[in-house]
């Protein structure tokens, strides 16, 4: 199948929500604005200051209101935040236009696994797909041209097991009904994989069959966590498909405590996911440096190492950028930010470098 790669995508960082969701509740709300202000030097321009959920379930976002309240917006960037039923969306449509919860996509969403819709939505399957009518019919009400469907946990399930190409499909073709019965379109089909299932293959056959039955979808959003460090491969095999929008986070920040792998379901690194795009020529409105800094800064934020690698090794040198020939043996993490923070880093290292003689090297052995 011939290559669809995008000249743009959308990258939706999403630290300040499901990152620190599952840090420790016991991180400032200035040092958050901290991040936050970081993160709005990146070039993005839809941010997601957090949840308004209960603090029972999301302890961690208890302060959302103080946080709303006193962050200074970025001209430039749609300010939203997550909400999962009307008195979460009331609270932060209390904020508009600072916090736009408004002008959401006519969309349907079920989970292919039951165990964590109940889990994780309180809700059934069964629920979930019997709720569909309701939210096709308030679309055709609006007027709506065209809807989206949401397939939680495609491609298989910590409880039940993987999830077959023809089940996926089985669950898509159902959704899909449900819109055209209503005489409304589907453009768009997003992934949620909170379990971290997906395998660049599952992601290439599904999405490869998606676009064979279903012409009419233009865009697939891609929100597949690197639970098993198969995820950015992932997004790469989506890129080459043409899925334009996708969810990281920095330094792989992430996780879900009712799939049982807690902060080990991370995300696929922002910093790293930036770096792939502009490597292959594909453009993301980030600007990597100020992406590696608020990286680092979230490291800071929540007080220990997070996943990423661009952010500890620096992006690949080029020109005057290239490290110096006679450079000192380089071993630490702090030893190699000295693309950042210059060369004291490592001051003091032995040398590996006999002057006059370029071609020697000593054994690494």
């Given at each position: ?215 009419d979808v233009e865009t697939f959003h891609m929100h ?142």
């Open positions: 199948m011939s290559n669809l790669l995008p000249k743009s995508v959308n990258i939706f960082d999403d630290t300040m929500r499901e990152g620190l969701q599952i840090e420790s509740p016991d991180i400032a709300v200035s040092e958050k604005l901290r991040l936050l202000d970081a993160i709005g030097e990146m070039g993005s321009k839809n941010i997601s200051i957090g949840s308004f959920a209960h603090p029972k379930w999301t302890p961690s976002m208890a302060c959302i209101d103080e946080l709303a309240d006193a962050f200074v917006p970025k001209p430039g960037i749609n300010y939203t935040a997550a909400v999962f039923n009307k008195r979460g969306f009331d609270r932060a449509d209390g904020y508009f236009p600072k916090i736009n919860v408004r002008g959401r996509k006519f969309g349907t969403h079920v989970e292919l696994c039951d165990t964590f819709a109940r889990r994780n939505y309180n809700r059934t399957q069964a629920e979930q797909i019997a709720a569909m009518d309701a939210s096709v019919a308030s679309a055709k009400e609006a007027g709506a041209e065209a809807g989206s469907v949401v397939v939680g946990n495609p491609f298989g399930s910590n409880f039940e097991g993987p999830f077959s190409l023809e089940t996926r499909m089985d669950l898509i073709d159902l959704m899909m009904s449900k819109w055209g019965n209503a005489g409304i379109k589907v453009d768009r089909v997003s992934f949620l994989d909170a379990m971290g299932w997906n395998m660049p293959h599952t992601v290439r056959e599904t999405i490869t069959a998606i676009r064979d039955e279903y012409p597949l966590h690197n639970t098993r460090g198969a995820t950015i491969a992932s997004y790469y095999e989506a890129l080459l498909l043409g899925a334009t929008e996708f969810d990281t986070s920095l330094g792989g920040m992430g996780g879900c405590p009712y799939c049982g792998n807690g902060r080990a379901a991370g995300h696929v690194p922002t910093e790293d996911f930036v770096n792939l795009c502009h490597e292959m020529g594909v453009e993301t409105g980030y600007d990597l440096d100020k992406v590696i800094e608020a990286a680092c800064i979230a490291e800071e934020v929540v007080g220990h190492a997070l996943r990423g690698h661009v952010s500890k090794a620096g992006p690949l040198p080029r020109d005057e950028a290239c490290y110096p020939n006679d450079m000192p043996f380089v071993e630490t993490f702090e030893e190699a930010a000295h693309f950042r923070n210059g060369p004291s880093v490592y001051k003091g290292q032995i040398s590996p470098w006999r002057e006059g003689d370029a071609l020697s090297r000593p054994s690494s052995a």
